[in-house]
């Protein structure tokens, strides 16, 4: 399992993700090995026009930055789906210490947990009509974004962060170079944004050069503790 930054021990063991995949705490083995790390490095200037950001890089609704729709919820709370929250996928993006929860019920215990993860840069959730609660704690707010990719896609991407193909980068194949072995770096490939053991196209923890080849049936990209990933294909 990849080691945790040492800043960020104290608050994810409190958010200890018992059923995400890919989570900074949970290992699951689909192919791979389900673990990431926090810690990769962003590059600014010149490579802006390119490189999709976890802090809020690409647009998932084909609008640009400059004019993002209104939150649909806050960063903080307890939300009753069907009520507080509709269903649907949501985007929150500029994370630092971001913890969100899909339950079956209100009673807080580990069983009622359908899907959790702990979250740097931005990361999207598919809320379901059964869902009964969504939590989120410390993140940035969410918006809804539509069911169907579309943008201006990026061929580059930060190392921290969840990216949906056609909106936020687009599909070919991808390589992080540089990668340490004390945090690690973890990649996802996903089918939707469910956060579920199924929703795992394939995963993998990578020391050093990472190499991945992206799909343009894939739906999403799930990148933790690794250095940025440039399209070379």
Same mark, same amino acid.
């Given at each position: 399992?990849?080691?945790?930054?040492?800043?960020?021990?104290?608050?994810?063991?409190?958010?200890?993700?018992?059923?995400?995949?890919? $989570?900074?705490? +949970?290992?699951? &083995?689909? !192919? =791979?090995?389900?673990?990431?790390?926090? *810690?990769? /490095?962003? %590059?600014? #200037?010149?490579?802006?026009?390119?490189?999709?950001?976890?802090?809020?890089?690409?647009?998932?609704?084909?609008?640009?930055? $400059?004019?993002? +729709?209104?939150? &649909?919820? !806050? =960063?903080?709370?307890?939300?009753?789906? *069907?009520? /507080?929250? %509709?269903? #649907?996928?949501?985007?929150?993006?500029?994370?630092?210490?971001?913890?969100?929860?899909?339950?079956?019920?209100?009673?807080?215990?580990?069983? +009622?947990?359908? &899907?959790?993860?702990?979250?740097?840069?931005?990361?999207?959730?598919?809320?379901?009509?059964?869902?009964?609660?969504?939590?989120?704690?410390?993140?940035?707010?969410?918006?809804?974004?539509?069911?169907?990719?579309?943008?201006?896609?990026?061929?580059?991407? &930060?190392?921290?962060?969840?990216?949906?193909?056609?909106?936020?980068?687009?599909?070919?194949?991808?390589?992080?170079?540089?990668?340490?072995?004390?945090?690690?770096?973890?990649?996802?490939?996903?089918?939707?944004?469910?956060?579920?053991?199924?929703?795992?196209?394939?995963?993998?923890?990578?020391?050093?050069?990472?190499?991945?080849?992206?799909?343009?049936?894939?739906?999403?990209?799930?990148?933790?503790?690794?250095?940025?990933?440039?399209?070379?294909?």
């Amino acid at each position: 399992m990849a080691q945790q930054p040492r800043q960020q021990q104290n608050w994810f063991a409190r958010h200890k993700v018992l059923t995400a995949t890919g $989570a900074l705490v +949970a290992v699951i &083995a689909v !192919g =791979g090995v389900a673990a990431g790390g926090g *810690g990769g /490095d962003t %590059k600014g #200037g010149s490579e802006s026009d390119t490189v999709a950001s976890g802090s809020g890089g690409g647009s998932a609704d084909g609008k640009g930055d $400059a004019k993002k +729709a209104a939150p &649909a919820l !806050g =960063g903080d709370g307890t939300f009753e789906v *069907g009520a /507080d929250v %509709k269903p #649907g996928t949501y985007r929150s993006t500029g994370n630092t210490m971001c913890y969100w929860e899909r339950a079956k019920d209100s009673s807080g215990e580990p069983d +009622a947990i359908l &899907a959790n993860d702990n979250v740097t840069g931005s990361t999207y959730v598919t809320v379901e009509a059964s869902d009964k609660i969504f939590k989120s704690e410390g993140c940035e707010d969410w918006e809804a974004v539509p069911a169907t990719a579309s943008g201006s896609p990026k061929t580059g991407m &930060a190392g921290d962060g969840m990216y949906r193909i056609g909106a936020d980068i687009a599909p070919g194949t991808y390589k992080s170079t540089g990668n340490g072995g004390d945090d690690g770096c973890y990649w996802e490939r996903s089918k939707d944004a469910l956060h579920g053991v199924d929703s795992i196209i394939a995963n993998e923890n990578v020391s050093g050069n990472a190499i991945v080849t992206i799909g343009a049936k894939d739906a999403y990209f799930k990148t933790n503790g690794c250095k940025n990933w440039k399209k070379t294909g």
